[in-house]
């Protein structure tokens, strides 16, 4: 298959490529960038005027909800959404029924992705088996069905003797941990801690619950020397340590949820189950630390936290509705609404998305290190071409993830998705979806 793509803004957030030139794709790859061969014959064009080509996007936290959830999400529909939004490669977090702790759930995981040819997914392999925070996973023969890292997703470690363990065998293999920062005992409540969680009467989680996690998983990289990727960090107490742990050399990257990333506590209103969300929505001073941690390079990447759930548990009372929302389809749009709000730019808003969690993935990425989250001449071609000048309304009925529900119904959001490219494979045409 022969691909052209004439006339679009071509960006490449890794170099700082910005030009209006033709992009030309054979057998999955990318072939040129700018002058195309004369007897190069494609067998499909795409007329990108108008239009940005990037990179596809690389999105750090997705649940697929399969196995054990299917209510909530299928591979087939989420995998759907992640083209539909630009997304072509993903990582989902391992607490999935029965959770990722086994070589063959991962495979198998893997081997039905890869048959709906549609966006990449890396998964994460539990830290500890079934996530109880007692005995470690075989991180070496996860990592050989295809693990990027080990997470215990939203299960914080107890025993940090345990973490202690696991970082070091970790470090003795040089494998990535993905932790959030989160104090098991503090960050049971369901809002911040603040005066509209006092006013709600909404049990509250401190931001200490963020900050005391935060200097363990710190004092126990000096200690081990292992590599930690921090997952949604939410307040600027943590964004302010998260910089000093990366002035003093610890191997530490982190992420910020679009949740966190444009939404404060008051946006709950009127226990509006929309918000329920973990982390918990903060207040302003900590949405604008993390803004400009964005933009300043101490936060590597934005995510989308896509965590789809289904009617039933979301229309409950603000404390019991099951906390999550969707997001893969809205991660470009408000990645750029941040860049026009922030002065960041279009080439930063793509960093945070492409580059930047391509970066946090290395050497996990294998093969295609140095080829996804940027547009290289010999690269895979995975691309998002999206009208970074058109316009379009959050309606949930129209989403394609099987979860409908998002805090950000009715907004209106830049960046809306043409095509997107997978392996040099159209997997979304937005006039024929």
Not at 144 to 151: D, H, N, Q
Not at 152 to 165: F, I, K, S
Not at 255 to 266: E, F, G, K, P, R
Not at 402 to 409: A, E, L, N, V, W
Request: with cysteine; glycine share 10%; hydrophobic share 45%.
């Amino acid at each position: 298959m022969k691909l052209l793509i004439k006339n679009g803004r071509v960006i490449n957030p890794a170099t700082g490529f910005d030009e209006r030139v033709d992009v030309a794709i054979a057998a999955g790859r990318i072939v040129s960038i700018g002058a195309v061969a004369a007897d190069f014959a494609p067998n499909k064009m795409i007329d990108a005027t108008g239009c940005v080509v990037a990179p596809g996007l690389v999105d750090l936290s997705v649940r697929l909800r399969e196995p054990g959830y299917e209510h909530e999400g299928m591979l087939a529909s989420e995998l759907a959404a992640a083209v539909a939004g630009g997304v072509t490669s993903l990582v989902c977090p391992p607490d999935t029924d029965p959770v990722l702790d086994e070589p063959g759930l991962v495979e198998m995981l893997k081997f039905r992705a890869e048959k709906l040819h549609q966006s990449r997914v890396f998964p994460l392999g539990a830290l500890t088996r079934g996530l109880q925070g007692m005995a470690l996973t075989e991180m070496v023969q996860l990592t050989e069905a295809g693990c990027v890292g080990f997470s215990q997703a939203e299960v914080p470690l107890e025993d940090t003797q345990v973490l202690m363990r696991a970082l070091q065998y970790a470090a003795s293999f040089d494998y990535t941990v993905w932790l959030r920062p989160q104090d098991m005992h503090l960050g049971k409540g369901v809002a911040a801690s603040g005066p509209l969680a006092t006013r709600l009467g909404l049990s509250g989680v401190p931001v200490a619950a963020e900050t005391i996690a935060l200097h363990t998983i710190f004092e126990l990289m000096r200690v081990t020397g292992a590599r930690v990727h921090l997952c949604r960090i939410s307040s600027a107490a943590g964004v302010a340590l998260v910089a000093q742990a990366k002035a003093d050399g610890l191997r530490v990257t982190c992420d910020v949820s679009i949740n966190s990333l444009h939404l404060t506590d008051t946006d709950i209103g009127y226990f509006d189950s929309r918000m329920r969300l973990d982390p918990p929505l903060r207040q302003q001073r900590d949405r604008d630390a993390l803004r400009l941690g964005l933009l300043d390079g101490t936060v590597d990447a934005l995510v989308s936290d896509h965590t789809p759930v289904d009617e039933d548990a979301k229309t409950l009372p603000f404390a019991e509705a099951e906390p999550g929302a969707t997001g893969l389809e809205l991660l470009l749009g408000l990645a750029c609404k941040w860049g026009d709000e922030s002065d960041a730019g279009l080439l930063r808003a793509l960093a945070v998305l492409t580059s930047e969690p391509a970066r946090v993935l290395g050497s996990a990425l294998g093969p295609l290190q140095g080829s996804v989250g940027q547009l290289v001449k010999g690269g895979v071609a995975d691309l998002c071409i999206f009208n970074s000048t058109s316009s379009w309304v959050v309606e949930p009925a129209a989403l394609r993830s099987q979860g409908k529900h998002t805090p950000f119904s009715g907004y209106e959001l830049p960046a809306r998705v043409g095509w997107t490219l997978v392996g040099g494979q159209v997997a979304y045409e937005a006039h024929s979806a």
